[in-house]
């Protein structure tokens, strides 16, 4: 195992995109410095795109707009002192009225570097709720100084990232909240922390501020404020001790049975939530990632393949729970890396953990229906050189809130076929030369195909991977996406239906090995070595139907500076969209407006979120609508009619800070802990976002 690199005075240029050593250590546990866990000969799908313009690019080159670099208004938040924020941009479009897509009518925010969330000229902003807000019954006040673990468990946790609002009926105003709380960053939550001997007592906070949460909030009625509403009967709170169930094809294997559980059923625990989704049917789904990193002692070939290190942890929670160590029990590994599926309108409910979507470090899930109402769930695996997958229903949806129709969508997840991509190229490899040039075709497309892994079914499931039985595809599943030669991608993240044309965008984050001595050198759908900025690819299903096992696709966006001839805005003019690097977590408004929030801005500036158009005259206009804080990342996001909602994930978290060093004192000023938290955005004069 790789000795951990020292938080002190590492340079943050020497690590992916531009995190900082710290996130690397505790968000993913060092996986970019670690061997890539897939070694197989697959054909690997590099990065961005071209140097030159294409032919779609020239034939918009009539549509310029110019991007107002220094003009974008960044607005304090509402209610201060509740939250720093930036001081109000001066330049700009003044009191002329924004151009843009519509939805995306707003004047950019110019990339900077200020220690607070920094929205357009003419936005507002509020902190919704920060780490350890009481959201539960009896659940004391917050206090970083005495916290405990029963405390932690009825407050919100830490880091959350994926959000979603659902309507609450007959609340009027209200809305339930549900996010994930993706991982811990036990430097910045404790003083005086020391990471070779932490104690029980940090190590059961730790376990409570992961998990999931579902609060409910209040909207302002003349603003896009909200505020939770605390002790509402449907708040909740999941943590890394809550109980889950496994169901599905590998539910009760043997591969999923321990000691604590000889059932293989029951799980303690959901850990590294990241993105997820909402279902059509109420439900949220929140997509297991890095799990890997809580495990020590791997020595399997499964456990190197899914990351698993051969030594101890950097939490050490193996040392206060033997079902942490590999070697002590080494089947309760296999019960992580899913989808959770969660019903946060029954507080009751035991979430369910889906085995038949697969097992690999899920990014998220979003679904959509098929004409006839079978669920389709896309999902990225987050992993440098692997692969994205679907998974399709074979039950259908059925509609209403009766408990009969309930019950019945509880169980779509688990009967179906699980794909794994693959991509083919339309021009010759000896045309695609790692650079970024065009193929002499102009542009940066092909064919794809789902390639079936295995069919669960009611009476069981049968795999369609040779050498491999259906359980361990369902468990092994990046084993069996080696078998049947899926593409390798730069990290495929987030991967989302467009609601108004049917494609799916799939972000592509980084992967600077791209090319290098000893990986998969470029091709087609990643044809630029040493790939740092990441990149947009735009899928159309044949027919444009989800169920369809072939696909079209093409090079969106290629992220990077835009004076950089190797970028590519789906052909729109480069001297008027915002600079972007590292797309993440992806999104949708009602316009069909691409919204991209970024994870580890290789440019110097800070994380962002994004809006871009996919169709029009402006397809490709990208323009940025906020930044966070020092050391923070961009998730969520949610895009409403009137209200933009984002999750501020690990602020402050930069090489050397500490309690008692902050690099940030967002969102509550100086002498206040640095707090992960979720913040809301809108117009200040009420009307809809960008029109």
């Known amino acids: 195992m790789r000795k951990l690199l020292p938080l002190i005075g590492t340079p943050s240029g020497s690590h992916p995109g531009g995190r900082s050593a710290m996130t690397c250590r505790f968000r993913c546990g060092d996986a970019c410095f670690h061997e890539v866990p897939n070694t197989s000969s697959n054909e690997y799908v590099g990065d961005v795109i071209a140097g030159a313009l294409s032919r779609r690019s020239m034939m918009r080159a009539a549509a310029v707009v110019t991007v107002a670099a220094a003009g974008a208004g960044a607005v304090g938040v509402a209610g201060a002192p509740e939250a720093q924020a930036a001081p109000a941009a001066k330049g700009g479009h003044g009191h002329r009225k924004p151009e843009g897509a519509r939805g995306l009518r707003f004047t950019p925010v110019a990339p900077n570097t200020t220690d607070a969330v920094t929205v357009p000229e003419g936005y507002r902003q509020n902190v919704v709720i920060r780490w350890g807000e009481p959201i539960l019954r009896g659940a004391p006040a917050f206090d970083p100084e005495k916290q405990t673990a029963r405390a932690q468990a009825g407050q919100f946790g830490y880091n959350c990232d994926f959000l979603a609002l659902l309507p609450l009926r007959g609340e009027r105003g209200r809305q339930l909240l549900v996010a994930n709380h993706e991982y811990t960053d036990e430097v910045l939550m404790f003083r005086d922390y020391d990471p070779e001997n932490p104690t029980r007592e940090q190590v059961e906070i730790a376990w409570a501020a992961h998990g999931l949460a579902v609060v409910a909030v209040e909207e302002e009625h003349r603003s896009g404020k909200l505020t939770p509403v605390t002790r509402h009967h449907l708040n909740r709170r999941l943590t890394a001790t809550s109980e889950f169930r496994l169901t599905g094809p590998a539910a009760g294997s043997d591969l999923v049975k321990t000691s604590a559980d000889p059932s293989g059923t029951k799980v303690l625990g959901t850990l590294n939530n990241c993105a997820g989704g909402t279902t059509p049917w109420g439900t949220t789904l929140h997509g297991e990632e890095n799990f890997n990193q809580y495990f020590a002692h791997g020595s399997r070939t499964t456990d190197k393949r899914y990351g698993i290190g051969t030594g101890g942890t950097e939490r050490k929670w193996e040392r206060f729970d033997k079902r942490f160590d590999v070697a002590q029990e080494p089947n309760e590994v296999h019960r ?47 992993e440098r050189f692997d692969y994205f997958y679907k998974f399709v229903g074979s039950k259908r949806m059925r509609h209403g809130n009766s408990r009969w129709a309930r019950e019945h969508n509880l169980t779509l997840l688990d009967e179906g076929t699980l794909y794994v991509a693959k991509l083919t190229g339309d021009s010759p490899a000896i045309e695609i ?58 990290r495929p993240e987030d991967i989302e239906p467009n609601p108004v044309t049917g494609k799916v965008y799939l972000a592509l984050t980084n992967n600077s090995n791209r090319g290098r001595a000893g990986y998969a050198a470029a091709d087609e759908a990643n044809p630029r070595n040493a790939n740092k900025h990441g990149h947009v690819l735009e899928l159309t299903e044949r027919w444009n139907r989800p169920e369809s096992t072939r696909f079209a696709w093409s090079l ?21 969209v915002s600079p972007i690097s590292c797309p993440d977590n992806v999104a949708f408004d009602d316009h069909g407006n691409l919204w991209i929030s970024t994870d580890g801005n290789a440019l110097g500036s800070h994380d962002g979120l994004f809006g871009v158009a996919t169709r029009g005259s402006r397809r490709g206009e990208l323009k940025q609508f906020l930044t966070v804080p020092t050391g923070a990342e961009t998730c969520g996001p949610i895009i409403q009619d009137r209200r933009v909602v984002v999750a501020v994930q690990h602020p402050g978290e930069v090489d050397g800070a500490s309690v008692d060093k902050p690099a940030s004192t967002w969102p509550d000023g100086p002498g206040s802990y640095v707090r992960p938290a979720v913040v809301a955005v809108w117009r200040a004069d009420g009307r809809d976002i960008g029109v």
């Open 556 to 576: 969106f966006l290629v992220a990077g500076d835009p004076e950089d001839p190797a970028t590519y805005f789906a052909g729109f003019p480069k001297d008027a």
């Open 433 to 490: 030369d790692g650079t970024g040039k065009l193929p002499e075709d102009g542009e940066f497309d092909g064919s794809g195909e789902w390639i079936p892994l295995a069919t669960a079914t009611a009476d069981g499931a049968v795999s369609h991977v040779e050498g491999m039985t259906a359980e361990e595809v369902f468990v092994f599943t990046r084993l069996a996406g080696d078998k049947v030669g899926a593409t390798k991608m730069d």
């Open 336 to 382: 992580f890396g899913y989808i959770v599926e969660l019903d946060p309108y029954d507080p009751d409910s035991t979430p369910r953990k889906r085995t038949a979507l697969g097992r690999f470090k899920h990014e998220g899930a979003t679904v959509r229906l098929t004409h006839d109402g079978r669920p389709v769930v896309y999902s990225g695996d987050d």
